[in-house]
């Protein structure tokens, strides 16, 4: 064994599965794409905005993620934060990235879906290119607003389906369960999207086991709170639907007291097929690795134990079965060497 657990994360060959691509925007492109926009910000310097991201809870969160996305105007726009998104995670090791986008934060100021997708996807195609890091997008719907305007979001994003691979489900979650969504998602379905949501980060697992059995949800995104139902920890072990856990978002939002405290270490050892992810990395303390570091400390995992959460983001991704085997031996070999 040589060199620190740190570096050993750094190597680790490894997917990110749930990504905010919003919450990618660091304060310096902000004040950036401000500038280039001629939009006004309501913070006087970039140290301000950094200033402003203590939260309280998840809605406290969104109200600065949704007021500082208005300065992606352009194709390019979107095209410059997914590159630098894409940059910092290949830094972070990463292989593969299934990317979340918000259309109707933007689509409602008018911004039209072509720029959004289309900013995004050269970016995806460039890291491919260049960096044999690949990609799926993910579409999803703001679950605050009403089942309309998810259905006329989807209809807007059909001109684009070849380049998206699923839909997803976003923004305030208590008060807003699954069921509200459940013919959004059974049409997206039957156009062939894959189905995700987020569930039980501030919502009850009860919106878990909804997400599963009203959306036919093919991941749950967080999940943290199935925790509270044993036969719902049973039934993710025995489905292995997997959980896409964000530890430093779950703290910086307070959706645990600390993270020695959160349940990652109880749903790995009940079986469930966790993963580990950034969420929203410029908000929330840092990327991927970040997360992977602060995870290895809390709770002292091993090499071994690192390198299974590594070979899970793959297992649980939708890479097809070939690449699949590709990258699971990728990360064998890696932690083989040590
Ligand atoms: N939860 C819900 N909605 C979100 C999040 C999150 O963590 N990040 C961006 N939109
Ligand atoms: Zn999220």
Not at 118 to 144: K, N, P, Y
Not at 216 to 229: F, K, P, Q, T, Y
Not at 298 to 327: M, N
Request: net charge negative.
């Amino acid at each position: 064994m040589s060199g620190t657990i740190e570096h050993f994360i750094d190597g680790l060959p490894k997917a990110e599965l749930h990504l905010h691509i919003e919450g990618t925007l660091e304060p310096e492109m902000v004040f950036a794409l401000a500038e280039r926009n001629g939009l006004k910000l309501p913070y006087a310097s970039i140290e301000a905005l950094r200033a402003a991201y203590r939260f309280k809870d998840l809605q406290d969160f969104l109200n600065l993620y949704y007021q500082a996305a208005q300065v992606l105007v352009t194709e390019r726009d979107f095209f410059d934060l997914t590159r630098a998104y894409l940059a910092r995670a290949a830094a972070d090791g990463v292989r593969h990235a299934e990317i979340f986008f918000d259309p109707q934060t933007h689509t409602k100021r008018g911004v039209p879906m072509a720029a959004v997708v289309d900013g995004i996807v050269a970016a995806l195609a460039e890291a491919e290119r260049e960096r044999g890091l690949t990609s799926r997008l993910i579409l999803c719907f703001l679950r605050d607003l009403d089942a309309a305007d998810a259905m006329a979001t989807l209809d807007a994003a059909l001109p684009f389906r070849r380049h998206i691979a699923g839909v997803g489900l976003d923004s305030a979650e208590a008060g807003n369960p699954p069921a509200k969504f459940a013919e959004v998602f059974q049409r997206a379905r039957a156009l062939g999207f894959k189905g995700v949501a987020h569930a039980g980060e501030e919502g009850p697992a009860a919106y878990v086991t909804a997400a599963l059995d009203d959306l036919g949800a093919l991941r749950i995104d967080h999940g943290v709170r199935s925790i509270d139902d044993a036969a719902l920890v049973e039934r993710l072990a025995r489905s292995q639907v997997p959980l896409t856990v964000c530890p430093l978002s779950n703290q910086y939002l307070r959706v645990t007291p600390d993270l020695s405290r959160h349940p990652l270490r109880e749903l790995m050892a009940a079986g469930v097929l966790v993963t580990i992810n950034s969420d929203d990395p410029a908000y929330f303390g840092g990327y991927v690795n970040a997360n992977y570091r602060a995870v290895q400390k809390a709770f002292d995992l091993s090499r071994a134990e690192l390198a299974g959460l590594a070979r899970a983001s793959f297992a649980a991704s939708w890479l097809d079965a070939g690449a699949k085997a590709k990258r699971i031996a990728e990360v064998e070999a890696y932690a083989a060497a040590g």
